[in-house]
Nanobody, 123 residues
Framework: VQLQASGGGLVQAGGSLRLSCAAS????????MAWFRQAPGKEREFAAS????????YYADSVKGRFTISRDNSKSTVYLQMDSMKPEDTAVYYCAARARYYSGGRPIDYDYWGQGTQVTVSS
């Protein structure tokens, strides 16, 4: 199983980025998926998750109203649209997948991880 995250970069506060996570080696349409993030010196934290169909979505309070998670099972890809970004959004962003239909909110809930993509928001 491989999860390839992309789309990170440097953006000014108030700007937008769109992350993509392309999956291979698993049946994406059977998998709950999520984005986590980890800032320097901090633990990995939950950002957003989506169930197999896209019908059940959760967000961390810190990103609610600014980030949007979505998926395209025909492309085996999950996205994270990040708008109104803040310096505190700076982190390495990881996509994760689990071999279950529904998503979870803890890193331990997930079986597979991508390599991470750096997101830096300047003030």
């Amino acid at each position: 199983v491989q999860l390839q995250a992309s789309g990170g970069g440097l953006v000014q506060a108030g700007g937008s980025l769109r992350l993509s996570c392309a999956a291979s080696g698993l049946t994406v349409s059977d998998s709950g998926m999520a984005w986590f993030r980890q800032a320097p010196g901090k633990e990995r934290e939950f950002a957003a998750s989506i169930n197999w169909s896209g019908g059940i979505i959760y967000y961390a309070d810190s990103v609610k109203g600014r980030f949007t998670i979505s998926r395209d099972n025909s492309k085996s890809t999950v996205y994270l649209q990040m708008d109104s970004m803040k310096p505190e959004d700076t982190a390495v962003y990881y996509c994760a997948a689990r071999a279950r239909y529904y998503s979870g909110g803890r890193p331990i809930d997930y079986d597979y991880w991508g390599q991470g993509t750096q997101v830096t928001v300047s003030s």
